[in-house]
T-cell receptor, first 107, second 112 residues
Framework: AQRVTQPEKLLSVFKGAPVELKCNYS??????LFWYVQYSRQRLQLLLR??SRESIKGFTADLNKGETSFHLKKPFAQEEDSAMYYC?????????FGGGTRLMVKP | NAGVTQTPKFQVLKTGQSMTLQCAQD?????MYWYRQDPGMGLRLIYY???????DKGEVPNGYNVSRLNKREFSLRLESAAPSQTSVYFC???????????FGQGTRLTVV
């Protein structure tokens, strides 16, 4: 069975501080991992996927198969980054989400 | 470009009542999903459909049924609503497992 764990329900940082949202997964095969974001009053939307190895809105995430992690990082947080972030794992035909982390960026 | 459309947006039910949540996508996606979102528990998969004519249980299927009516539409039915089913329900669709999933705007359901 696949599982995604986001250990922090809430992460509060000041503007300009570095941010790291943690994600750990369990899956016996080769996973496809994603980060989704939900801004206030907006739909859940894709932020980035590990297969693309891209940086979106200054965020990056590296898949660490040894530690089974896919942490989301940004060197300098902005107030507009405040949102709910979900880590997700796609395996087989299932798309499984973690419990989510609410990021609050204070001015 | 509508994407994924869910109806209704809000619903209040009495315990024991039944209802169907509708979902339609116009992106010709093969896979469709139903999730529920509860505080502190994130998004939990109820049912999914990998292709037209197939459906499979997710993490929390009890109390729900689904129908993949055609490639566009995937409905979720509550036969006898319970207060524990109070939640926000999201429908989503995707082309393949590697690609982006698109979400509907959600249905806020309250069972009293």
């Amino acid at each position: 069975a696949q599982r995604v764990t986001q250990p922090e329900k809430l992460l509060s940082v000041f503007k300009g501080a570095p941010v790291e949202l943690k994600c750990n997964y369990s899956y016996s095969g080769s996973p496809e991992l994603f980060w989704y974001v939900q801004y206030s009053r907006q739909r859940l939307q894709l932020l980035l996927r590990h297969i693309s190895r891209e940086s979106i809105k200054g965020f990056t995430a590296d898949l660490n198969k040894g530690e089974t992690s896919f942490h989301l990082k940004k060197p300098f947080a902005q107030e507009e980054d405040s949102a709910m972030y979900y880590c997700a794992l796609s395996a087989g035909n299932m798309l499984t989400f973690g419990g989510g982390t609410r990021l609050m960026v204070k001015p | 470009n509508a994407g994924v459309t869910q109806t209704p947006k809000f619903q209040v039910l009495k315990t024991g009542q039944s209802m169907t949540l509708q979902c339609a996508q116009d992106m010709n996606h093969n896979s469709m999903y139903w999730y529920r979102q509860d505080p502190g528990m994130g998004l939990r998969l109820i049912y999914y459909s990998a292709s037209e004519g197939t459906t499979d249980k997710g993490e929390v299927p009890n109390g729900y049924n689904v129908s993949r009516l055609n490639k566009r539409e995937f409905s979720l039915r509550l036969e006898s609503a319970a207060p524990s089913q109070t939640s926000v329900y999201f429908c989503a669709s995707s082309e393949f497992r590697y690609t982006e999933a698109f979400f509907g705007q959600g249905t806020r359901l309250t069972v009293v």
